[in-house]
């Protein structure tokens, strides 16, 4: 699996950081997400996610960055062919995004992480 992006948890706050030319691919140094708008954390194979209309970013097929419109959503991507990918669903959308779609190096890891965080700030 491709690591193309850093998740940091700062505080109340989960930090998305696009790594090395995705930076340029997303126009993206940074996303930061309030914990608290995050409703549901997902690991999803990549078939069967839609995409949608491209506005920002590049679609290389292999390579997804960016900002996308989909059935009525919009949301960022960042993500690298080669297995499955972190879906984060936002609520009320943050960042001007309503779901986030991220290559990480281990998933699984990170939504546990994030849901255990989320859980003792409740």
């Given at each position: 699996m491709s690591n193309r992006n850093t998740l940091i948890i700062d505080g109340d706050l989960l930090r998305v950081r696009p790594r090395g030319l995705d930076r340029?691919?997303?126009f993206r140094r940074e996303l930061a997400v309030p914990l608290a708008s995050i409703r549901?954390?997902?690991?999803?194979?990549k078939k069967g996610v839609a995409r949608g209309l491209r506005t920002l970013g590049a679609d290389l097929g292999f390579k997804i960055s960016g900002t996308y419109y989909a059935e009525g959503s919009v949301n960022f991507w960042n993500y690298r062919a080669g297995g499955p990918l972190l879906a984060i669903t936002l609520s009320p959308a943050q960042e001007g995004?309503?779901?986030?779609?991220l290559s990480v190096g281990d998933p699984?890891?990170?939504?546990e992480r994030i849901e255990?965080?989320?859980?003792?700030?409740?």
């Open positions: 340029f691919w997303c549901e954390v997902r690991v999803l194979p995004f309503t779901h986030l779609f699984e890891e990170l939504r255990k965080t989320r859980a003792a700030r409740t």
